[in-house]
Structures are given as C-alpha cells and as structure tokens.
C-alpha cells in the first residue's frame, strides 16, 4: 500500500516565497489529499506538528511524526493547478511520500462524503492551551447569526489601513437582533463596535503569522463560526472567503453571500 504523509507548514524546499497559505487552503488541500487517497486506496497521514497552528491545536502523534521533523526542511509544494497529476509523479516508483498541495477552489465544488468530514473534525480540534483561553470568553447570545467581512490581505499582513466604511450601513442593518461580527479588518470591528457586538482581539493569517495570541484569538473566532446559526459573508476577493466556506462544507453551517 502506498503512504503519504500531508504535511502543514509555512516553509517549503522548493517555493522561496512565503505562500502563505490560509486555514482555507490548509483545510481543501487535506479534502483534496484524503478524497485522492481513499479513491486509490492510499495511506494518508496528516501532519500540523510544523505549523504554527500546531501551538494551538490538538498535534496526534503517527507513524512517521519523527521523520517529519527530521526532513522538516525539505517539504515539497506540489502545484495545486495540477495537484493529482503532480501526486502522481511524486509517488511515481515509489510507495512512500510527503508534501503539501492546496488543490484548487473547485475542490470544494465536490460534497464532503462524511469520513473527509470526520477526519477534518477531528484534526481541528483545540489543544488544552486554546481550550482554556475559549472558556474565559464570554459573548452576550447563547444562538447567534454570524456577519463575516473578509476584506483582504493589506491590512491583515501589510498593516495598510484603509477605512471600511463603505461596509458600515450594511453592518447597521443587521444591528436588531443576536449578530456578531467578524471580520479580518480590526478596523472594521473597531468601527462596527457601537452598532453590533464584536471582538477587540488581533487574527492571524495562519500561512503568515506564527503569534500564539493572534493564533488563539483567530481559532476562538473560528469555532465560534462553527456554532453559528447561519453566516451572512462578503469577501473582497471572487471567491468565498476560505475561512467560512470549510465551516460550510465540513459542519454544514448555512453560508449567504451578502449583496454588495
């Protein structure tokens, strides 16, 4: 039987650019691993234990978690435009193999059949570190309907501010009722706080940050997103913000895209 061993990180061999990599990408890249590997009958061990992530989530040792750290710095990014073709060559002659591979958006077009869900459940689960931090947080609504903004990467890794009040009426109209407001932008939610219930804390971009503060407060946002009734979302980008679409598609929480 052929092994692979899906490995997280921020740092790749073959890529001398940060890719940086969101909780999206990280998340349809294991849906494109597992779905590969169950249909050929593979192997496939997942590995978070080099990601920053790995500080806030629940690490299960495997088989190969020792030579994962020993080849930590010869990580391969497989192209996710070609990721099958690509994982083919790699195992090409060979039985065993480790890399990482976002596959495409279109991934998430394929329903997740209820074992992909279950694998996904249980690799993000919260350490004991997050579990603590999660218990000291207290919001005003025991059910809540979520309002997501992702408005882009300048502010969240470039720190360029750049005044979201086009977005301010839209949040004033989902005012009346149990909403909470989340966003990549902390200007947004800074703006948005007299209106609609918020939170005051800093998130990271997980392919880009490696702050356990800023990791806690961005995993506590998104297990609370898993508990929504619903998500109202808009993105600045074409595609639906990765961090809602995998609540969507692996815990089944309703997603609407806002008019804008």
């Known amino acids: 039987m052929k092994e692979i061993v899906f490995v997280w990180t921020q740092k790749f061999c073959n890529l001398e650019v940060k890719p940086a990599h969101g909780i999206g990408d990280l998340v349809r890249g294991t849906v494109g691993i597992l779905r590969y590997c169950y249909e050929r009958g593979y192997e496939c061990y997942i590995d978070i234990s080099?990601?920053?992530l790995s500080k806030v989530l629940a690490v299960t040792p495997h088989k190969y978690s020792e030579f994962v750290q020993m080849n930590k710095?010869?990580?391969?990014?497989?192209?996710?435009?070609a990721a099958v073709e690509e994982i083919d060559k790699e195992l090409e002659g060979k039985d065993f193999a480790y890399f990482f591979t976002s596959f495409y958006l279109p991934e998430f077009d394929i329903p997740a059949t209820p074992i992909i869900k279950q694998r996904i459940r249980e690799l993000l689960r919260p350490n004991d570190t997050l579990i603590s931090y999660m218990n000291t947080i207290q919001i005003p609504y025991s059910e809540f309907i979520a309002l997501h903004f992702r408005l882009g990467d300048?502010?969240?890794i470039l720190n360029q501010q750049r005044p979201p009040s086009q977005y301010m009426s839209i949040i004033q109209s989902f005012t009346q009722g149990s909403y909470i407001l989340f966003s990549d932008s902390q200007t947004l939610k800074q703006m948005a706080k007299p209106y609609i219930f918020t939170f005051d804390s800093n998130i990271a971009h997980v392919g880009f940050h490696t702050e356990v503060e800023q990791l806690q407060n961005t995993m506590l946002e998104f297990f609370l997103l898993t508990t929504a009734k619903q998500i109202y979302t808009h993105s600045v980008y074409f595609w639906t913000s990765g961090f809602v679409k995998i609540i969507n598609y692996i815990y089944d929480v309703p997603l609407v895209a806002l008019s804008i």
């Open 73 to 81: 710095d010869s990580v391969k990014f497989l192209n996710y435009h």
């Open 50 to 52: 080099l990601h920053p």
């Open 154 to 156: 300048d502010e969240l």
